[in-house]
Nanobody, 117 residues
Framework: VQLQASGGGLAQAGGDLRLSCAAS????????MGWFRQAPGKEREFVAR????????IYAESVKGRFTISRDNAKNTVYLQMNRLKPEDTAVYYC???????????WGQGTQVTVSS
C-alpha cells in the first residue's frame, strides 16, 4: 500500500497550492483520509480530514477558512487546496488514510511546502 503525495513546492505568502495524494495497493473509498504537517523543529500536527462520503470535513483552527480538503474515490485520491498561504504554513505535508480510535493506519512519504514572505 502506498500513499503518494505531490503538488508541494515554493509559494509566496498569499498564494495558493494544491496537494494531491494518490493511494495504490488498496482502495480507501470507505475510509477516512486526511493531512498532517510537520514544520522544522516542531511536532507533527493535524491539518484536515474528510469522511469517505465527503460529507464531513474537519480542519485545524490554523487553516480553517483557507484550506479545503476533498477527495475523488474513483481515483483513490485526496486533495488539499491551500489558499492565502502564510509563511507559518511551511512544512512537510503528509497524507493519511484509515483513521482508527488511536491512530492513522497509513501514512504517505510527505511533500515539502515552503511559503516565502
Amino acid at each position: 500500500v502506498q500513499l503518494q503525495a505531490s503538488g508541494g513546492g515554493l509559494a509566496q505568502a498569499g498564494g495558493d497550492l494544491r496537494l494531491s495524494c494518490a493511494a495504490s495497493g488498496r482502495t480507501f473509498s470507505r475510509e477516512e483520509m486526511g493531512w498532517f504537517r510537520q514544520a522544522p523543529g516542531k511536532e507533527r500536527e493535524f491539518v484536515a480530514r474528510i469522511d469517505w462520503k465527503s460529507i464531513s470535513t474537519i480542519y485545524a483552527e490554523s487553516v480553517k477558512g483557507r484550506f479545503t480538503i476533498s477527495r475523488d474515490n474513483a481515483k483513490n485520491t485526496v486533495y488539499l487546496q491551500m489558499n492565502r498561504l502564510k509563511p507559518e504554513d511551511t512544512a512537510v505535508y503528509y497524507c493519511v488514510a484509515q483513521r482508527t480510535t488511536i491512530r492513522w493506519a497509513y501514512w504517505g512519504q510527505g511533500t515539502q511546502v515552503t511559503v516565502s514572505s
